[in-house]
């Protein structure tokens, strides 16, 4: 009978960290709708690429733009629906640039050159969403 309990916990155990650690709990995660999400992720970035160097929420500004890279990425690099649009082909690119400006130079600022392209970039990214494509 002990054996029994005992697996039965174990199994209860698994059932509850498996159910909880597959669930969405943070407030700010994409919400699925890739249109929204776009636009969520290129807010997000404009303000951290903007902000200045010596404002006292950069380190938690460029932690959430760097969070919402990584979702973006790992929501829709394989969802065929959205690989074919001009958006999020665009919006690749422009994350690409970014994090690789992030993960090679943490503690520099986004150079004026990078900043301009990465703007150009947002602005095809809206128009093309308002395009529906």
């Excluded at 709708?33 to 690429?49: C, E």
Aim: charged share 20%; with cysteine.
């Amino acid at each position: 009978m002990k054996r029994y309990w005992s697996r039965l916990f174990a199994l209860v155990l698994v059932a509850v960290i498996g159910l909880v650690g597959c669930s969405s709990s943070d407030p700010g995660s994409l919400s699925g709708d890739y249109r929204q999400d776009t636009l969520t992720v290129v807010n997000v970035l404009k303000n951290a690429i903007e902000l200045p160097n010596d404002a006292p929420d950069k380190a938690a500004v460029l932690t959430q733009a760097r969070q919402k890279i990584n979702d973006f990425s790992s929501r829709y690099q394989r969802n065929t629906s959205v690989s074919s649009l001009s958006s999020f082909t665009t919006m690749r690119t422009a994350l690409n640039s970014l994090a690789g400006h992030y993960s090679s130079y943490p503690n520099r600022p986004v150079p004026q050159k990078l900043k301009d392209r990465l703007t150009e970039e947002f602005k095809q990214v809206e128009s093309a969403l308002r395009r529906g494509a």
